[in-house]
């Protein structure tokens, strides 16, 4: 069976469940929304004080993290259950993954839909409205492309860091803390332009938890701004390769992962 | 111990370990790693057809070697083969083949009716529809699930929920059924429906089963065959009958006669308690038949009634599990 079907079959019978909860949804959306909406507003609180922020100004920032936002929704959307991971494997339930007949990334991440991400890809699109209405953008038909891979490119890499991220559970059951602070703190980074960080987290954003292409290194190209740090302008492109050599090594990552699971006694 | 190269064998292990490191505190700060064995070199292979009760006190390695048979845990050493197949490689292959039910997990979706479980395990398993159609009824029928067949499973009894793992398990058809656990916490009539449908599959379907379980009344329904683990290794592999005769040779004649009288002064047997007009005599089931005994207690009294009582296979399994495999 094909792992597509699979996954449509698993999240349908997960929002079924779901339905007989439904006053909880409602309230999980718009708290996911305000919430999202405070973390713009620390945006907006620095330029009270600057005009540019590293040579960003205001807009070219929120385009940034509008951008990246809505690719931290769609990943939030469809794998965001990965976060279960260490509860699976803290309680042994994982177990049952392990005796059915398809693969484990997949049944974690068909465990559920979180569609309370709803709430934050809107507050992300609002922002991106507000930053194409104030960025001078000479739009071209590549640089309206560049937008959609941006969130294409954006939704696959969070994927890859969260499914990276997880994986620590399985080496240590308390790994939890240590996954957040890898998926919610890449999303942070993303939000800002490179060139306001040190030489040393810059290389980490780049190439490691490599958040930086997920709306950095594209939105030079879109907003026509010159290549930082003396880097080749093809980078600006590379964001597709890079989500999919991410992808890649996170499932292998998580495959090797999966073979030193311990179970729990009983 | 019965040879590991049996052709027929559906199950094998040979020599297979699986060992855990863990840190334990020593000290303030400091820790340890400290290996331990959980499976310390079990051989064994299981013919197809088979019951295997695989009985051991807690922490003896039964469910380490199970989640080993099942593609859960990779082993640290030795071979396991089932259905032919290496679990830990072949692991996708190997789910389509065997069935497998936990008494402390579910399989089922919490939040949905029973039957969307097992129309959901009809498109894992990719079963055709007619012949899940058919196993499905024969399950509902069975273990008496269609009064509760559209009830969420958050909802369903102990063992209602239990009698649902077994059907959701069984639904592609498999070669080979583990059960770890499968009647812990269920009621007597729970228990007894769940031993009676085992032994239908076992015989109208051919289905190979192994159970683990610490309620010998599921080894004595059930069981043809035994395997008992202790401190990670196998400390008995055979037949019931030939734990009690290796272990507890000996029965008691339960007597009722027509008056109180002293003790019986029997041939091949000795009383061990009299109670008015009952008396207990033990004897040894290799050198005397019970049938004998009889006839003798009938000539040196009035006999009225009698039982012959069985030794209880858990005061046997209690004595190895204190003595260890020092009592070979």
């Not at chain 1, 399985?170 to 602070?181: I, K, Q, S």
Request: net charge positive; charged share 20%.
């Amino acid at each position: 069976m094909n792992t597509l079907r699979l996954w449509r079959l698993l999240v349908v019978a997960r929002i079924r469940a779901q339905w007989q909860y439904r006053a909880s949804f409602v309230i999980d959306t718009i708290a996911s929304f305000a919430t999202s909406s405070l973390d713009f507003l620390a945006v907006l609180a620095i330029f009270t004080h600057l005009h540019t922020l590293g040579g960003w100004s205001v807009h070219q920032v929120a385009f940034l993290y509008g951008a990246g936002g809505i690719g931290f929704a769609m990943a939030d959307l469809f794998v965001s259950n990965l976060e279960q991971t260490s509860q699976l494997v803290r309680t042994g339930q994982f177990d049952v993954m392990l005796i059915r007949p398809a693969g484990t990334l997949t049944q974690v991440i068909a465990g559920d839909v979180s569609l309370r991400s709803v709430g934050k890809a809107t507050q992300a699109s609002l922002v991106l409205v507000y930053a194409l209405s104030g960025a001078a953008i000479h739009w071209t038909v590549g640089r309206a492309l560049m937008m959609l891979a941006i969130v294409a490119c954006g939704a696959l890499i969070f994927s890859a860091v969260w499914i990276a991220g997880s994986c620590i559970v399985f080496l240590t059951v308390d790994g939890d803390e240590a996954t957040n602070a890898i998926t919610y703190g890449g999303n942070f980074f993303a939000q800002y332009p490179l060139d306001v960080f040190g030489p040393w987290l810059r290389r980490l954003l780049g190439f490691v938890v490599p958040t930086a292409f997920v709306a950095y290194f594209p939105a030079l190209y879109v907003l026509g701004k010159p290549m930082p740090f003396g880097l080749p302008g093809w980078v600006r492109f590379a964001s597709p390769l890079v989500a999919a050599v991410a992808l890649g090594v996170a499932t292998a990552v998580w495959h090797i992962a999966v073979r030193h699971y311990r179970s729990t006694g009983s | 111990m019965s040879g590991s190269d049996d052709d027929t064998a559906v199950v094998m292990a040979r020599d297979l370990t699986k060992h855990f490191t863990v840190r334990r505190r020593a000290g303030r700060v400091r820790r340890d790693r400290v290996t331990v064995e959980a499976v310390a070199g079990v051989t064994f292979a299981v013919p197809r057809g088979t019951i295997v009760g695989y009985v051991g006190p807690n922490g003896a390695g039964k469910s380490t070697t199970v989640k080993m048979l099942t593609g859960i845990l990779v082993p640290s050493g030795g071979e396991v083969r089932v259905a032919g197949l290496e679990p830990s490689r072949r692991r996708i292959e190997l789910a389509r083949r065997i069935g497998v039910v936990f008494g402390q997990r579910s399989q089922l979706w919490w939040d949905l009716p029973l039957a969307d479980s097992f129309e959901l395990a009809r498109h894992l398993y990719a079963v055709p529809r007619s012949r899940h159609a058919a196993r499905l009824t024969e399950c509902v029928d069975l273990l008496e699930m269609a009064p509760f067949l559209q009830t969420p499973v958050r909802q369903l009894s102990l063992g209602q929920r239990m009698r649902g793992e077994i059907a959701i398990a069984l639904l592609h058809d498999p070669e080979v059924l583990f059960l770890d656990e499968p009647t812990i916490g269920l009621d007597v009539v729970s228990k007894a429906k769940v031993r009676a449908f085992l032994a239908d599959l076992n015989a109208l379907h051919g289905t190979t089963i192994v159970l683990t379980t610490h309620d010998l009344g599921d080894i004595e329904r059930l069981c043809s065959r035994l395997l008992i683990i202790d401190h990670g290794r196998t400390i008995f592999d055979g037949a019931l009958n030939d734990l009690r005769d290796r272990f507890e040779p000996n029965r008691t004649l339960v007597v009722d006669l027509a008056a109180p009288q002293p003790a019986l002064r029997i041939e091949g047997a000795q009383v061990v308690r009299v109670d008015g007009a009952r008396q207990w005599l033990r004897f040894d089931r290799r050198t005397t038949t019970a049938a004998d005994l009889v006839a003798r207690v009938a000539v040196a009294a009035d006999l009225v009634d009698l039982t012959v009582e069985e030794p209880d296979i858990e005061d046997v399994v209690a004595r190895i599990y204190r003595d260890g495999s020092a009592a070979f």
